[in-house]
């Protein structure tokens, strides 16, 4: 295959698994800089969308992340295979909380509030920066404190992003004030924008990426 044009190489390896692409990334550095390359990235997404493989499913423990693959799992085999994985954040071996997902990428955190932004096929992933409240002056009352996550893709800009919402307030639908701030894949720094003028319901349940947009509950 070392004289085929590296364009047609990458249409054969896109057919590929993601843990089969790691061992051809030792092929050569040629290999390597194909498979890591944000064009290969998406090539190898649009195919395994357009022929729906490359299929798995995340389960969360306590303490514990495993994962099936559909590709390994056929209908026709009754013994269902999990197995574990190691996530960027087990220093700590408490678990995680999954924040978000989108096109085979996981936004988790720990018990201490550590996020990284995680590609299990792979067992890569990002930390992402330490956010301090600017709302300072809330702390120390007895004003209730909501915070909501969310994580997608921004198809314009080519970039992932991570959506906080930290909401202050007493109680009552009104009576709030709220700080979002994005951070940015690409840019790998955090930003803040305009504050959302809603209040939110259901503090447990984080933003639900669709359609380009987050969907969360509010009043």
Request: glycine share 8%; proline share 4%.
């Amino acid at each position: 295959m070392s004289s085929l044009p590296l364009e047609m190489i990458a249409e054969i390896l896109c057919r590929l698994q993601a843990k089969e692409l790691l061992c051809c990334r030792s092929v050569s550095k040629p290999w390597c800089a194909l498979i890591d390359g944000p064009n290969f990235v998406k090539l190898h997404l649009k195919h395994s969308v357009d022929t729906s493989s490359n299929l798995y499913i995340i389960l969360r423990t306590t303490s514990h992340v495993h994962y099936m693959s559909f590709d390994e799992n056929l209908v026709l085999n009754d013994c269902v295979t999990l197995k574990e994985l190691n996530h960027p954040l087990m220093c700590y071996n408490h678990g995680i909380k999954v924040l978000g997902s989108v096109n085979g990428l996981l936004c988790i955190s720990n018990v201490v509030d550590d996020i990284a932004v995680w590609n299990p096929s792979i067992r890569k992933h990002r930390v992402v920066p330490f956010l301090p409240i600017e709302l300072k002056r809330y702390f120390g009352t007895k004003s209730c404190s909501v915070y909501v996550f969310g994580f997608g893709y921004d198809s314009v800009r080519d970039d992932y992003k991570v959506v906080r919402i930290a909401q202050f307030g007493g109680g009552g639908k009104r009576s709030f004030e709220s700080e979002v701030k994005v951070y940015s894949l690409r840019k790998q720094s955090w930003r803040r924008i305009g504050d959302m003028p809603y209040c939110v319901l259901y503090p447990g349940a984080n933003g639900v990426f669709t359609n380009d947009a987050f969907t969360l509950g509010r009043g």
